[in-house]
């Protein structure tokens, strides 16, 4: 159930940074839904084994690097969903500091309704 959460917020939150012009651009809804399933799928294939081969550099920049991996994660998407775009390698960067946001707050929501 709370990775349906997580799916939904996430798409939440692309349509409105599509919306407010933040350098990601949605064709249509549809769009942004295929764009966060896609999302949701390079996260849990690719994202740990980038996380894997650039844990030297996470270690060196205290986990900063991070966020590096997730706006590529985030460019990766842009690259494979036809109608879902993000302009660069900055936008990209703030949308997934954007996006690790409401993940964190929905997970911690999450967690304080299951006690």
Same mark, same amino acid.
């Not at 809804?29 to 949701?40: D, E, H, M, Y």
């Not at 740990?48 to 650039?54: D, F, H, S």
């Not at 205290?62 to 936008?91: C, D, E, T, Y």
């Given at each position: ?22 350098g ?12 966060? @399933?896609? =999302? /949701? &799928?390079?996260?849990? !294939? $690719? ?5 894997? #081969?650039?844990?030297? %550099?996470?270690? @060196?920049? =205290? /986990? &900063?690097?991070?966020? !590096? $991996? ?5 460019? #990766?998407?842009?690259? %494979? ?17 954007? #996006? ?10 999450i967690?304080r309704?299951?006690?």
């Amino acid at each position: 159930m709370r990775r349906l959460w997580l799916w939904f917020f996430t798409a939440v939150t692309l349509f409105v940074m599509a919306h407010l012009h933040m350098g990601i651009e949605a064709t249509s809804l549809g769009r942004v839904i295929v764009a966060s @399933i896609v =999302l /949701g &799928l390079v996260n849990l !294939v $690719v994202r740990p084994i980038v996380k894997l #081969l650039t844990l030297p %550099l996470t270690l @060196i920049t =205290l /986990g &900063l690097f991070g966020w !590096v $991996v997730n706006a590529l994660m985030l460019w #990766l998407v842009s690259a %494979l969903v036809p109608g879902f775009r993000v302009a660069g390698f900055v936008p990209a960067l703030e949308a997934s500091v954007i #996006l690790g946001i409401v993940s964190g707050v929905v997970n911690w929501v999450i967690r304080r309704r299951s006690r």
